[in-house]
Every structure is written in C-alpha cells, then in structure tokens.
C-alpha cells in the first residue's frame, strides 16, 4: 500500500457561510487564491461547480514545468462542503474536502487534504517538499478568503 499523509488548515473567515461557500464553488476564485508562482490557468470549469463537474487546470509545481490537472467534485452540499478528487495530476492520489461552519463571527473555513505522493514508497522523500508547499499554499488561500470576502461584503 501506498504511503497516504493527510493535511489540514482551518481559519475563521468574517463573512457568512453562503458568502464564503458561493466565492469558493466559482471557479474563477481559485486563480485568486493561488499564489502567482504556481501560474494557475483553468481551462475548462461549470459556474459554480456542482456533484459531478469536472475542473481542468494548468498548475506550474516545478518552476517552468507547468501540468495540467483533473479534478472531479464528487460531493457538494450547498453552504456545507464539496468534495475535489484528482482524476489526473501530479499525486498518486488527492482528495481535498472543503468545509464551511457557521461560527461567532462569520465562517469556519477547513481545508482536509488526503494525498499520496507520486511514486509510490520512492515518493516518501517529496513529503519533505510537498508538506511545506501545502502549508504555504493553503496558508496564503484563507488569507486571500478572509481578505476577498470581507472586503466584498464591507459597504463602498
């Protein structure tokens, strides 16, 4: 069996659920929330999302080489949580589950990420790379949450 690490973020957004909810089911979102170093470009995605789309997008993980990736939502329950599994991309396996929990002052945001490295057990040794990515990645993703959707929902 393959090694699989899981990964988790959670932030407390100031906006209500369906707000947050609706910024993250448009796929056009994710290019904000994604630093500019991974170059992200989507290239085919519904708007907004729902249980069975699939979102193609090219993601730039080793500096110039940029890949395209696959990724399926299996699950969506609306102002709740979806669910994207990567049908093809970089990992042996991703399934990333997004959660919106109404709390005192806005919206719980959770990121869980299931992976498994590329290669198999020769994969263990891009963990030492991959982790801090992740951390950064999603670090940088509810910054850019909390500071779109406040900023959207402050009166001009």
């Given at each position: 069996m393959?090694?699989?690490?899981?990964?988790?973020?959670?932030?407390?957004?100031?906006?209500?659920?369906?707000?947050?909810?609706?910024?993250?089911?448009?796929?056009?979102?994710?290019?904000?929330?994604?630093?500019?170093?991974?170059?992200?470009?989507?290239?085919?995605?519904?708007?907004?999302?729902?249980?069975?789309?699939?979102?193609?997008?090219?993601?730039?993980?080793?500096?110039?080489?940029?890949?395209?990736?696959?990724?399926?939502?299996?699950?969506?329950?609306?102002?709740?949580?979806f669910t994207d599994v990567q049908a093809w991309g970089p990992f042996s396996h991703y399934r990333h589950t997004h959660r919106f929990i109404a709390a005192q002052g806005g919206t719980l945001l959770r990121d869980t990420v299931m992976y498994t490295p590329p290669l198999g057990w020769w994969g263990l040794a891009t963990e030492l790379w991959v982790r801090p990515r992740l951390e950064a990645l999603f670090d940088y993703r509810h910054r850019k949450t909390q500071e779109l959707c406040v900023g959207a929902s402050e009166p001009i």
């Open positions: 393959d090694p699989t690490f899981a990964f988790e973020r959670e932030s407390l957004v100031a906006a209500p659920v369906a707000q947050v909810f609706a910024f993250h089911t448009d796929p056009q979102n994710l290019i904000l929330i994604t630093p500019t170093e991974y170059q992200l470009r989507l290239i085919q995605a519904p708007d907004p999302i729902q249980t069975g789309s699939l979102v193609i997008f090219e993601i730039a993980l080793l500096g110039p080489l940029v890949l395209p990736w696959l990724s399926r939502i299996t699950e969506l329950v609306a102002d709740s949580h």
